[in-house]
């Protein structure tokens, strides 16, 4: 857990409560704060503390005061805290923990930490799959025997199966491997009940190309590694066909994205008229501009930049 104060005043009674997740066990005494060191289970301490019988850890930031009441932390002060857990075996799919930060000068906010066990969240509906180096045989995969090894030539075949109106949810996996191409999402997806995703399979799937997503909705982009190697949008939402054509409540997670280029685009343009995108996990590699918003209201959140040439976030 990373934390900072970016604002102009001290932060008073700061507090991070984590309710160790369904699926995972904490490890005692593994709680450690950054350039401090170990900090025990104990509550005697202040600084943290684990309730074993609600499974509920307790940790206060640069705490000086009595056991429980929270810490302070100065403006630009900023550091990290880790602690250990195990994972059930049996777990699979997305691990969500979710944290809650409390303090005494600042509305209290949740956060989470999404933990991919055997790399796959867990989905309903069609399953399609993409693999570039060794093509899917017929059986059980009979449906995309002649779908090829492309992302491309995947999704044609979805978007022929279900004439753009999908009657049910839709996830095509991607396999690890390089995949040079662009992928244009166009009139897929309607309704929250039938989400359309893309979504690594294992490994690192490398995309070099784009994303143009249009006239879809409810298009969900996890765990890609997508690479534009001197183009202008990485990835786009667009309306150009009209003002309500754009991706509303597209979602872009757990993401790795690289631009080469410093000086035009930007790595996710957010066009006019879509609303409630959600933006969170992903990781931003160099390029001219991180996120570019137009309008509306989205979730932006917990994502890291590297080497921006220009605004990170710029509305």
């Known amino acids: 857990m990373r934390f900072a104060n970016g ?53 206060c930031v640069n705490n000086g005061n009595a056991p429980g009441t929270g810490g302070s932390l100065l403006t630009n002060a900023s550091g990290s805290v880790t602690f250990d857990v195990i994972i059930d075996p049996l777990a699979s799919g997305n691990i969500t923990n979710t944290l809650l930060v409390v303090g005494d000068n600042f509305d209290s906010f949740t956060e989470q ?15 399609f799959y993409v693999d570039d180096d ?40 991607i396999n690890d491997g390089l995949y040079y191409e662009s992928i ?34 409810y298009v969900t ?22 003002p309500t054509t754009a991706a509303n409540y597209f979602k872009l997670l757990n993401c790795d994205i690289y631009s080469a280029n410093p000086t035009n685009g930007r790595m996710l343009y957010i066009s006019t008229d879509t609303i409630d995108a ?20 989205h979730l932006i959140r917990s994502n890291t930049f590297y080497d921006m040439n220009r605004p990170i976030i710029f509305m």
């Open 184 to 217: 244009h999402i166009d009139n897929i997806g309607s309704s929250s009940n039938y989400p359309f995703k893309m979504i690594r399979y294992s490994g690192t799937p490398d995309i070099f190309g784009s994303f143009l997503i249009e006239d879809a909705h």
């Open 7 to 59: 604002g102009v005043k001290n932060i008073e009674g700061l507090k991070i409560i984590d309710a160790i997740t369904t699926g995972t066990e904490y490890v005692l005494n593994s709680l450690n704060q950054m350039g401090i060191g170990p900090l025990t289970d104990a509550s005697d301490d202040g600084a943290g503390y684990y309730g074993e019988e609600s499974s509920v850890l307790l940790f």
């Open 134 to 173: 060794n093509p899917f045989p017929a059986e059980p995969y009979d449906s995309l025997a002649t779908a090829g090894n492309s992302i491309n030539a995947v999704y044609n075949y979805v978007d022929s199966v279900y004439g753009g109106n999908l009657t049910e949810p839709v996830t095509i996996w």
């Open 278 to 297: 959600e933006i969170k996990y992903n990781t931003f590699h160099g390029g001219h501009t991180g996120i570019a918003v137009r309008d509306n209201s």
């Open 221 to 242: 982009l996890d765990g890609l590694t997508i690479w534009n190697n001197g183009g202008s949008d990485v990835i786009r939402t667009d309306n150009s066909k009209g």
């Open 113 to 127: 930490m999404v933990i991919n066990v055997a790399g796959r969240p867990v989905v309903s509906g069609a399953e």
